[in-house]
T-cell receptor, first 112, second 114 residues
Framework: AQSVTQLDSQVPVFEEAPVELRCNYS??????LFWYVQYPNQGLQLLLK??????LVESINGFEAEFNKSQTSFHLRKPSVHISDTAEYFC??????????FGAGTQVVVTP | DTGVSQNPRHKITKRGQNVTFRCDPI?????LYWYRQTLGQGPEFLTY????????KSRLLSDRFSAERPKGSFSTLEIQRTEQGDSAMYLC????????????FGSGTRLTVV
């Protein structure tokens, strides 16, 4: 069985400050990890994913996440946030067939 | 390619009524997933199809719920005798191949049962 824990339900952050969203997972098999972002009244958009290889993965809009097998974590970071990064962020783990198990989400609120 | 399309975007219904949602996946995608998202929670898996075959159903999918994907194209999710607890966002997603590669979500259908 797989499960995902997002340790923070809400993270307030000032514009241009760094942010870290924490995600821990449990799985008895090989893991594939994802971060999705959801803007208000919209569906989920894939932000980045870890399938294999380098443990540090990056997105096109400045986010990065590091897969840490020993700590079973996949934390998401951005060194400098914008107002437009205000959204809900979901960590997810996939089985080999593609079915996703999501965490409860972390609401990021960026203020000027 | 216009992405994954879901209709309607919003649906308000009275308790006890039946509702049906439609999902049109990206045209070449052979896998289609349904998820349900309640307020303050992450999406929960309901069911998925590979082409027209329904391969797995979650225990969340009670006998009041039925999903179909005729001819392996669009899919419908029907809820019979709706209850207030069915109020949620219903999300559809599709992917080209099986495997842990992530998939494309639609914008969802928000159901409110009054």
């Amino acid at each position: 069985a797989q499960s995902v824990t997002q340790l923070d339900s809400q993270v307030p952050v000032f514009e241009e400050a760094p942010v870290e969203l924490r995600c821990n997972y449990s799985s008895s098999v090989s893991v594939y990890l994802f971060w999705y972002v959801q803007y208000p009244n919209q569906g989920l958009q894939l932000l980045l994913k870890y399938l294999s290889g380098s443990t540090l993965v990056e997105s096109i809009n400045g986010f990065e996440a590091e897969f840490n097998k020993s700590q079973t974590s996949f934390h998401l970071r951005k060194p400098s946030v914008h107002i437009s990064d205000t959204a809900e962020y979901f960590c997810a783990v996939s089985d080999s067939w593609g079915k996703l198990q999501f965490g409860a989400g972390t609401q990021v609120v960026v203020t000027p | 390619d216009t992405g994954v399309s879901q209709n309607p975007r919003h649906k308000i219904t009275k308790r006890g009524q039946n509702v049906t949602f439609r999902c049109d996946p990206i045209s070449e995608h052979n896998r289609l997933y349904w998820y349900r998202q309640t307020l303050g929670q992450g999406p929960e898996f309901l069911t998925y199809f590979q082409n027209e075959a329904q391969l797995e159903k979650s225990r969340l999918l009670s006998d009041r719920f039925s999903a179909e994907r005729p001819k392996g194209s669009f899919s419908t999710l029907e809820i019979q005798r709706t209850e207030q607890g069915d109020s949620a966002m219903y999300l559809c997603a599709s992917s080209l191949v099986s495997g842990p590669y992530g998939y494309t979500f639609g914008s969802g259908t928000r159901l409110t049962v009054v």
